[in-house]
């Protein structure tokens, strides 16, 4: 062998050497980047998360968003609320021969509060094509796929949140955000749902996981007035969806507006003390329980609507 020809294999030895280490760096590089990921979930830390976004990222996971903003609003349950945590698990890192692209994959699970305690339930799979911008792995494309609908009947509900449903599934859905834990009940609310031509709270209570009673809130304040054209909206809402309004507990009554607003107007309550009018839906036809609490404090009115599913469903 010439020194002309050991010089040059010794080229190509070194510039294979090289190509490897160069490979088993960014591996471990876009593994980093996947842990940076995973840790800015656990610390519900938004603006990490959107910096691991390319600017022209795109997510389809659990829809469709474009833009690290767009995507971060998509995911935004899981990035303010410190009760409900995604975890991301990966289960294989691949870095392609060039180093500046790679994809990492595995399954995602929800931990949160539930009446049982705090629980991770599974929620499915995902993919993450990376590409390095400017020296840093980011994140292209964002996808997976969820465990799949439970096949279920329709247990009634309000709009898309139907009973049944897991804290989850209920703040997965994009009508309502943000979503909130109440650590007095154990579940979820949200103060910008819009329902009956009206933009109010909601809250979700749930039992073993599943979402077993929907609150409306209608009114909450000092005025009388407002409580009193809020009963009036909750008696139009009982007539037109379960055909009319009773009060069980006072057999006979009128159940107008006048009616409810003379008996909380009446003996002021004591402090400390609420004095309540539950007002139920006329019909059991519904797929659900339609009902509503009036009540007086010391502080001023509260007027709610519920639905529950109902027995045996």
């Not at 976004?53 to 609320?81: K, M, Q, R, Y």
């Not at 009554?253 to 009018?277: E, H, K």
Request: charged share 20%; with cysteine.
């Amino acid at each position: 062998m010439t020194i002309r020809d050991y010089l040059g294999a010794l080229i190509i030895v070194c510039a294979s050497l090289s190509a490897a280490y160069g490979q088993e760096t960014a591996a471990s590089s876009l593994q980093e980047a996947e842990r940076a990921l995973e840790a800015a979930l656990e610390r519900h830390d938004r603006p990490a998360f959107v910096a691991m976004f390319a600017p022209d990222a795109e997510c389809t996971l659990p829809s469709v968003a474009h833009g690290p903003e767009a995507i971060a609003n998509l995911w935004l349950p899981f990035l303010i609320d410190p009760g409900t945590t995604l975890i991301l698990t990966a289960t294989e890192v691949v870095t392609a021969q060039a180093g500046d692209t790679g994809t990492t994959s595995g399954t995602f699970a929800i931990r949160g509060r539930t009446p049982n305690g705090i629980q991770t339930i599974p929620g499915g799979t995902y993919s993450i094509g990376w590409r390095v911008i400017d020296g840093r792995w980011k994140i292209s494309t964002l996808g997976g796929s969820g465990n799949g609908a439970r096949k279920t009947p329709d247990l009634g509900g309000v709009g898309p949140f139907r009973f049944g449903m897991t804290r989850g599934e209920v703040s997965g859905v994009v009508d309502c955000r943000p979503y909130t834990s109440v650590a007095v009940t154990g579940g979820l609310e949200c103060p910008h749902y819009s329902f009956d031509a009206r933009t109010m709270n909601i809250s979700f209570l749930f039992a073993a996981d599943r979402l077993s009673r929907i609150q409306l809130w209608y009114y909450e304040g000092e005025s009388s007035q407002e409580a009193r054209d809020a009963v009036g909206r909750v008696l139009d809402f009982l007539q037109r969806t379960a055909g009319g309004a009773v009060v069980r507990s006072r057999p006979g009554m009128p159940v107008t507006t006048d009616g409810v607003m003379s008996i909380m107007n009446g003996t002021p309550p004591a402090p400390g003390r609420i004095a309540q009018l539950e007002i139920s839906g006329a019909s059991c036809e519904q797929s659900e329980i339609w009902f509503s609490r009036v009540g007086r404090h010391e502080h001023g009115y509260l007027v709610m609507l519920f639905a529950d599913p109902r027995p045996g469903q």
